[in-house]
């Protein structure tokens, strides 16, 4: 009586920046789900991340999953598309045929090499040239495909469930309105969680020989650290005296002490918007590197054995700012920070030409 249209809509995102901030959260729930399932025996995998992402992305639901002891030809899953894109009619409809049939025409078989062909890139048999592109090839972060658009612009918090909550505003493109001073903050403390956060994988994969009370310790330091890297990233509307006219506006400002007052507001933060929030850091990170390579790139120091950052051997302390710059320390904090980045980046360029003209 009636048949049922099949047709799977491919405009899935294109990019980074293409995606709309459910999108974003949909890839940080994939990506969390099939790390938390990867084993020693079973390693992360990307195309099932992007298989995954597929499914998300076309509303398909997996009703049963491939064989894996046939042929790759011949896996395919049972999939339907999920009853939000039907209307009320249909899916009595649809019940009333598999009441009485046991045939449930909404459910399809699509191939796994169907798939494979949509999202995997297209490639020359011969040369070996990449032909076109796959659907979720922006997923593997080549080139510039990053995030640059800050997915969470204006977002409310608040200390504790019964209290007000409390709006704030995230930073502008490429991090326009950062100072040198919020931006060696916000690096810091990125720079902590990341290591509370690896001593906290190292406690869970030692199991029973960590007791509960420490792991729970752990757990509180690593989203403190992570409430604070977010209580230096975003502002809140304060009073703010105007030099000029001494005049008092209310604003979204930042503040040099913000962090402690802001930080419980950030306490228990959603896993999944934290993920995109590092998928945008993860692109500002890249953007700073592309143009400023020498304040980021990776160089051997006599007598250590590790290797160090340039932008920590040589900018962490004020003197060595004032030093090469010229400025007080309140003039240096208060410099728009990329102006900064380049200042040391054209100081490293001729330190390098010294270098050269020494060695040859």
């Not at 302390?317 to 990329?338: H, P």
Request: some cysteine; overall charge positive; hydrophobic content about 35%.
């Amino acid at each position: 009586m009636f048949e049922e249209k099949r047709h799977i809509d491919l405009r899935l995102p294109r990019s980074w920046n293409d995606c709309s901030t459910e999108d974003l959260r949909i890839v940080a729930r994939v990506l969390m789900s099939c790390a938390s399932k990867a084993t020693r025996y079973k390693p992360f995998s990307l195309k099932e991340v992007k298989i995954a992402l597929f499914f998300a992305f076309t509303g398909l639901e997996i009703v049963e999953p491939i064989n894996p002891r046939v042929d790759v030809e011949r896996q395919y899953y049972v999939v339907r598309f999920r009853d939000k894109s039907f209307s009320w009619f249909h899916r009595a409809w649809r019940w009333c045929r598999k009441r009485l049939t046991g045939e449930d025409p909404s459910v399809f078989n699509l191939y796994l090499w169907q798939i494979s062909s949509w999202i995997e890139p297209e490639k020359d048999l011969n040369s070996g040239r990449v032909l076109r592109a796959g659907l979720l090839d922006w997923l593997d972060c080549e080139g510039n495909n990053h995030l640059f658009v800050f997915p969470f612009q204006e977002i409310k918090r608040s200390r504790s469930w019964w209290r007000r909550k409390r709006v704030f505003r995230g930073p502008e493109t490429l991090m326009q309105d950062f100072t040198w001073q919020r931006y060696r903050f916000v690096q810091d403390y990125m720079e902590h969680y990341v290591t509370q956060q690896n001593l906290l994988l190292q406690m869970q994969e030692k199991g029973d020989q960590v007791s509960d009370r420490d792991l729970m310790k752990q757990e509180k330091a690593t989203d403190l650290a992570r409430a604070c890297f977010l209580a230096v990233l975003y502002k809140a509307k304060i009073r703010v005296v105007e030099d000029k006219t001494q005049r008092i506006r209310v604003d979204f400002e930042y503040q040099s002490n913000q962090v402690s007052d802001y930080a419980p507001y950030f306490r228990n933060f959603p896993e999944e918007d934290w993920q995109v929030i590092r998928f945008w850091w993860e692109g500002m990170m890249f953007y700073l590197q592309t143009e400023y390579p020498r304040c980021f790139k990776r160089q051997v120091v006599k007598g250590q054995p590790k290797q160090n950052n340039p932008l920590e051997l040589y900018t962490r302390t004020t003197a060595t700012m004032q030093k090469y710059l010229g400025l007080d320390e309140t003039e240096v904090n208060s410099q728009f920070f990329q102006l900064v980045l380049q200042h040391m980046d054209n100081m490293a360029k001729e330190n390098d030409e010294l270098e050269r003209i020494k060695g040859s």
